[in-house]
DNA sequence: CTCAGTGCAAACTATTTGCAGATTT
DNA sequence: AAATCTGCAAATAGTTTGCACTGAG
């Protein structure tokens, strides 16, 4: 339940904050940038800031509800937090993002940082790709 | 030889382009932005333009004579080209960049982008760390 | 001498912030 | 009603571009 959440965050529920979670939670589509959110609310019913599409993804990242990517694009990109970690693959052709996992890279990573001295904190693991057969 | 490379590139030798990659080349520091670029140049000896150490280093990336990367940090990083490729550790409490290179994991790579229909182009893989003993 | 290259200031893009009025609880 | 939240416009940060002048070949 969308409210919930938001409760939990010690955020109110208001307009904004509820249509954004619900077009992340609802669309086909799961990578955002913030300007995309705010075109999308704003052909559904306009009266929407684009500053408060990126106070309201901020405020979510903060609550672990939402992630933040950065991709070459230059603009961030943003997708709902369904707990499940995922690294992503740019098809350099179409802009499409694809999710995977790879449970044996996870796991090298953090012996790598080990061999280093160090613990993994976050990371962040993107490989830009083009369709095979083609060209 | 530094002349070299700029000749082959198409540059004019120029002291803005030469100033830079001997920086590259000679610091012990191998990451920059282009701002501490043009604060060591400034410092040494003023008369250089930040938007000059921008467009120098973006032509040497067009180049392949330096990398360009996104860390969290905001402010683009560039580093040399030494032909050896790697990918980062971003210590989180000092901001150092540790760089490492790992086989397997750059094979693992290939081939999940295989098994989605894709050929590796290029990637993009950042651990962001925290030294070990001290919690 | 010619054309590429440069510094400076202005422009741009993505994102953040200040503030007065609107909303949630 | 109190406090949070929002839209708008203005501010910021990083980077790029226009232009008249400088310098490399």
Redesign the interface.
């Known amino acids: 339940m969308d409210k919930k959440d938001l409760k939990e965050a010690g955020l109110k529920i208001t307009q904004p904050r509820m249509r954004i979670l619900e077009l992340l939670e609802n669309s086909e589509q799961r990578h955002f940038s913030a300007e995309s959110i705010y075109q999308i609310l704003m052909e559904d019913s306009p009266g929407i800031g684009l500053a408060t599409v990126y106070r309201v993804l901020t405020q979510f990242e903060a609550a672990g509800l939402v992630e933040r990517h ?1 991709f ?1 694009s230059g603009q961030s990109v943003f997708e709902l937090n369904r707990g499940e970690h995922h690294d992503h ?1 740019v ?2 052709k179409s802009g499409n993002i ?1 999710e ?1 996992h ?1 449970e ?2 996870e796991v ?2 953090r012996e ?3 061999e ?17 057969e083609q060209e």
């Open positions: 950065q070459e693959i098809d350099v694809i995977f790879d044996i890279i090298l990573q790598i940082a080990k280093h001295g160090f613990e993994l904190v976050d990371h962040s693991l993107i490989m830009y790709c083009k369709p095979l």
